[in-house]
C-alpha cells in the first residue's frame, strides 16, 4: 500500500492551493518563530512540533479552515480568546476566510512550550 503520508512539512503544504499555502506558512511561521527549539515532524499525517520529547501543537488544513491541536490543555487555557472560533476538546478551527490568528497561536505555543518544560521537570524529581 502507497504510504499518503508527506515527508515532511513543506510538501505537506506544497500539497494545497495558493491561499492555503499561505495560511500554512502564516501558523507554521508563528510556531517557529514561539518555538526555534522545536522539532518540526509529520505525524498523523500533519505538521506536527515536537520539544523536550513531547508533542507542542500539530496543524492541518481542511477545505474551509486551518485546524489547529493544542491538546485539550491549550483549548481549555485560551477558552475566552478561543470562544470566536469553532472548538473541540483539543481543537480549533481558524477559517480560512479571515486572518490567522498569529499572536494567539503564539500565546498557545508558548503555554504548551511551559507544560512541556514542567513535565520535563517532573520526570527528573
Known sequence: MENLSPINVDAY????????QRALQEVRAAIKETAPEAEELISYAMPAYKLHKHQLVYFAAFKNHIGFYALPSGNEEFKKELSQYKTGKGSIQFPLNQPMPSGLIKKIVKFRMQENLEKLSAKKK
Open 13 to 20: 503544504i506544497a500539497t494545497f492551493p495558493p491561499g492555503t
